[in-house]
């Protein structure tokens, strides 16, 4: 034992034995302007549905749907109290534009989605979830459409037809099929929402 004491003793006590315990600091993200919509509610719920995939796009809805008919049925939470926010982005973000845009750049919307209509196997003429946005619409669930993937598809539809890229980035902002956010980028919202008490869903 004596021993074991004196080879002990020829080395410094360690530096993390004296050292304080760190005072933890909670963290707070920086808010900007641009993100204050998310906090415009009174919501007891907040939910966001991230999509990207075009293929995967219809469970958006469906996942959406259910969030206000079982709060609804099972919580008696009425569809007001709940904040629910399908993000339009990447191969998704043409399903933000209405009928009308579908029906003049409906063949460049569907060649840079790289997607079809299931059912045709063909471009569609219309926006295939109209009646189902609007349907939802009416419970209070919000769109948010990506700015950067806007410019995008402007830019292919507009290439496409023969006319000025932003003359159809314009009238694409102007045509959601259903009143929506415009967002700077839509994987930006999405952190943005999470860090406003919104827990996030993707459906890729």
């Not at 933000?96 to 003049?104: E, H, I, L």
Request: with cysteine; net charge neutral.
């Amino acid at each position: 034992m004596m021993l074991r004491r004196s080879f002990l003793s020829g080395f410094p006590l360690l530096s993390f034995v004296q050292a304080p315990v760190a005072t933890l600091r909670a963290w707070q993200a920086a808010r900007h302007a641009q993100d204050d919509w998310f906090d415009e509610n009174s919501a007891k719920h907040r939910v966001i549905f991230d999509t990207w995939n075009a293929e995967h796009f219809p469970d958006a809805l469906q996942f959406a749907g259910n969030t206000f008919d079982t709060n609804k049925s099972d919580y008696d939470i009425p569809p007001d109290q709940m904040a629910v926010v399908i993000v339009c982005r990447h191969r998704t973000t043409p399903f933000g534009f209405n009928d009308a845009m579908w029906t003049k750049y409906g063949k460049s919307f569907s060649a840079m989605m790289d997607w079809t209509d299931p059912k045709t196997h063909e471009a569609p003429t219309a926006n295939p979830y109209s009646a189902r946005f609007k349907s939802l619409a009416a419970l209070g669930l919000q769109l948010a459409v990506c700015n950067r993937t806007t410019h995008a598809y402007a830019n292919r539809a507009a290439r496409d037809a023969g006319l000025k890229n932003d003359d159809v980035y314009n009238e694409l902002k102007a045509n959601t099929v259903i009143p929506a956010h415009i967002v700077p980028a839509g994987v930006i919202a999405v952190t943005r929402a999470v860090e406003r008490g919104y827990v996030n869903i993707s459906i890729g």
